[in-house]
């Protein structure tokens, strides 16, 4: 691959995505779009360039950025912020929202549905007192083939045992030869859209709590700085944000701060007022 050619595929990338890769990337493109190449039997990334330098509206570019993002992800991924949802997070919000007896919770970049569906599970599996409650959980991803997957929520084995408790593996899902289909009665539970968290976004109910993991790490500081804020008017005055290990809002914003007692990448919101910095959310400990 020529350096037009990586430059031209990381602006595509940068464009639609606000993926930035940098230039130890150059294996990573390769490595990607080799079977992109492949199916379109093209004999080179330059080919591939020069077609999507013609073609950029035909779909073309949609696959290619498809190909390069990264959709690694796991039922219960790091255990710990479920434990934290289950154990604290969730039986706060019921004590909290228990007029409204409404729950709502996001996965913006929840990928091939592992993520939101280990919330349904939590939800399913340990609070049978939410069963007349108005639950929301809406997933989202920017790629249509994860969202897709996600939806039909069909995992291979290898999947499958990847985070999930044998216990939730057999009582929800139906192993079907070498893969496991999640009820209906889960998946139902959760919403899959398409949506690009760099691009415009549509109207969205205030969430409870917000799951934006493992994906502000491959944008640049002004993309995370500007969908911080747009997460900030999205969450609940006293709802959460739930970041990736190796994800924080520091130096980026002072609309959040870290929930010490909760650990595992919780964030919470604060109102600034004439200098004072107000927390919304009351500390039960
Ligand atoms: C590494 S996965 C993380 C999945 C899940 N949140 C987790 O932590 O297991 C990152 C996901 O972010 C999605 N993504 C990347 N850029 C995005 C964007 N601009 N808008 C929405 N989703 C995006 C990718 O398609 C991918 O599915």
């Keep these: 691959m020529t350096d037009a050619d990586f430059d031209y595929i990381r602006k595509l990338l940068v464009d639609r995505s606000a993926i930035v890769l940098g230039d130890d990337k150059r294996y990573l493109v390769e490595a990607r779009l080799a079977p992109v190449i492949g199916q379109l039997n093209l004999p080179s ?18 696959r290619v950025v498809e190909a390069l993002v990264t959709s690694e992800t796991s039922f219960f991924r790091d255990i710990s912020p479920f434990e934290v949802l289950r154990k604290t997070v969730i039986p706060e919000l019921i004590a909290a929202r228990a007029s409204e007896r409404k729950l709502t919770f996001w996965s913006a970049a929840c990928s091939t549905g592992q993520e939101p569906y280990t919330i349904a599970l939590t939800l399913r599996e340990y609070f049978p007192e939410l069963a007349n409650w108005q639950i929301t959980i809406l997933g989202t991803d920017i790629s249509t083939d994860v969202i897709a997957k996600a939806k039909q929520g069909v995992y291979s084995q290898f999947e499958a045992n990847r985070g999930l408790p044998a216990k939730l593996m ?3 899902f139906q192993q079907s030869g070498t893969t496991w289909q999640l009820d209906a009665a889960i998946r139902n539970m959760v919403e899959f859209r398409q949506f690009n968290l760099a691009a415009a976004w549509p109207m969205l109910p205030k969430f409870d709590v917000i799951f934006l993991r493992n994906v502000m790490i491959y944008f640049d500081v002004s993309t995370k700085r500007e969908i911080l804020a747009r997460v900030e008017r999205t969450l609940a005055p006293d709802g959460l944000l739930v970041l990736g290990g190796a994800e924080t ?21 604060v109102a600034r007022e004439c200098g004072h910095t107000i927390i919304l959310r009351k500390s039960q400990s």
């Excluded at 990334?45 to 949609?62: P, Q």
């Excluded at 595992?264 to 919101?269: D, S």
Aim: net charge positive; no cysteine; proline share 0%.
């Design 170 to 172: 057999v009582k929800y």
């Design 45 to 62: 990334i330059s080919d591939l360039v020069g077609k999507l330098r013609f073609e950029s509206n035909n779909g073309l570019a949609t």
């Design 249 to 269: 809002t520091l130096n980026l914003t002072e609309a959040f701060v870290r929930v010490e007692r909760m650990k595992a990448g919780y964030y919470q919101r």
